[in-house]
């Protein structure tokens, strides 16, 4: 099978798929999935995600990598990239953040860094689907919140705030069951205390 009739029988599994997706559909074995995939990514057709996952080209938006990259384990954009998106800060983001159940961590993928952080269970609400590829987007206020709750983790990327724009539509309300859902009282003064500081300035 040559590189060019390959890539036209993997559109169907457009954007993203997996080494075992591509052997399935050309009825090939896993070996010649491999190698074959790596052929397409040195002609710069596909794109390398991580280990076994690929995009169909690099016209994806990168919103929807942390779905990807997470998977099986559910996330959703917050943090910084949610804050931007929502107008609350003005800075782009050149990572895109996102918040999961699953373990912190970071992908340095082609088409932008992601960086996945650990968050509570119970603290796993707060978003909407968005846009044809249902990309999952923290509102403004769970945007703040989950920024506000990974302060105390041990690489600080969220111990300062650029200058804020709160929306006048901010509803400060939603934070109350969010905040009862901490356990540590340490972590959930902390956060008071910050939403308290925002809110006079």
């Given amino acids: 099978m040559n590189l060019l009739t390959a890539y036209q029988e993997l559109q169907p599994l457009a954007p993203v798929f997996s080494s075992k997706d591509a052997a399935s559909l050309?009825?090939?074995t896993s070996n010649q999935a491999a190698k074959l995939l790596s052929q397409l990514e040195k002609h710069n057709t596909i794109v390398r995600l991580v280990?076994?996952?690929?995009a169909y080209s690099r016209e994806i938006d990168p919103?929807?990598?942390?779905?990807?990259?997470?998977?099986?384990?559910?996330s959703y954009v917050s943090l910084y990239t949610a804050l931007y998106y929502h107008g609350v800060i003005e800075q782009i983001p050149t990572t895109v953040?996102?918040?999961?159940i699953g373990k912190t961590k970071v992908f340095n993928t082609p088409i932008a860094p992601v960086s996945i952080h650990h968050i509570s269970s119970a603290l796993f609400n707060g978003y909407d689907s968005y846009g044809k590829d249902s990309?999952?987007?923290?509102?403004?206020?769970?945007?703040?919140?989950?920024?506000?709750?990974?302060?105390?983790?041990?690489?600080?990327?969220?111990?300062?705030?650029?200058?804020?724009?709160?929306?006048?539509?901010?509803?400060?309300?939603?934070?109350?069951?969010w905040l009862d859902a901490i356990r540590h009282s340490g972590r959930r003064a902390l956060i008071e205390q910050r939403l308290e500081e925002i809110v006079r300035d």
């Fill in 63 to 74: 919103l929807t990598l942390p779905s990807i990259l997470s998977y099986p384990m559910m």
């Fill in 51 to 54: 280990r076994g996952r690929w």
């Fill in 97 to 100: 953040y996102a918040v999961s």
């Fill in 135 to 177: 990309i999952l987007l923290a509102c403004p206020e769970k945007a703040l919140f989950d920024c506000l709750y990974l302060i105390p983790v041990k690489s600080r990327l969220f111990k300062k705030f650029t200058e804020l724009e709160i929306p006048q539509a901010f509803d400060h309300k939603l934070f109350k069951p």
């Fill in 26 to 28: 050309l009825s090939i």
